[in-house]
């Protein structure tokens, strides 16, 4: 079955620093992918989503993400991190390949940003 | 404003006891889906509904079951058979298409005493 994985489960930047959140995905055939963030008791805000026009995608926030097919990868990155990211962050796969239509998500990252 | 709603906030269940959690939707979205989200281990799916009167198991479906009678709304019920209900539920709908992303209710915590 399809799923995704997310390196990381706590990720810590300072203010200003690059972020970076780590996505691999287990697929014979590219899938549809998408990166969610969650504020404490609230539920997911879609950030961006890979579906096969561009490899580098870009989302709200100043977040983008580069696809990967030779590396199975979809990692989130921000040039300059905020406090206002301070999240936890989901990576999702939705597979092509099968009958399932429901979102697979990773375990998520849950990003710190120090002053 | 269009968006998903999920009442209550916040619930408390006794031991033995069903309880139903409510999902509704005014964005005109044909598929919903219900997850659950516990520390640690992101979200978990549990039932999907891709059109009005169906509905499929996902991953976690044993202890809930669900209804789709009308498109606005998809109630998720916790039954006395499922055995570790203390969880975060997350309601979320979606246009049809597997490349759509989803829109997230604000969610339910479940607390069982």
């Known amino acids: 079955a399809q799923s995704v994985t997310q390196l990381g489960s706590h990720v810590s930047v300072s203010e200003g620093a690059l972020v970076l959140l780590r996505c691999n995905y287990s697929s014979s055939v590219p899938p549809y992918l998408f990166w969610y963030v969650q504020y404490p008791n609230q539920g997911l805000q879609l950030l961006l989503k890979?579906?096969?026009?561009?490899?580098l995608v870009k989302g709200i926030n100043g977040f983008e993400a580069e696809f990967k097919k030779s590396e199975t990868s979809f990692h989130l990155t921000k040039p300059s991190a905020h406090m206002s990211d301070a999240a936890e962050y989901f990576c999702a796969v939705n597979p092509v390949e099968t009958g399932r239509r429901a979102l697979t998500f990773g375990s998520g990252t849950r990003l710190q940003v120090q002053p | 404003d269009g968006g998903i709603t999920q009442s209550p906030k916040y619930l408390f269940r006794k031991e033995g006891q069903n309880v139903t959690l409510s999902c509704e939707q005014n964005l005109n979205h044909d598929a919903m889906y219900w997850y659950r989200q516990d520390p640690g281990q992101g979200l978990r799916l549990i039932y999907y509904s891709q059109i009005v009167n169906d509905f499929q198991k996902g991953d976690i479906a044993e202890g809930y079951s669900v209804s789709r009678e009308k498109k606005e709304s998809f109630p998720l019920t916790v039954t006395s058979a499922q055995k570790n209900p203390t969880a975060f539920y997350l309601c979320a709908s979606s246009m049809p298409g597997q490349h759509n992303g989803y829109t997230f209710g604000s969610g339910t915590r479940l607390t069982v005493v």
């Open positions: 890979y579906t096969s026009a561009a490899t």
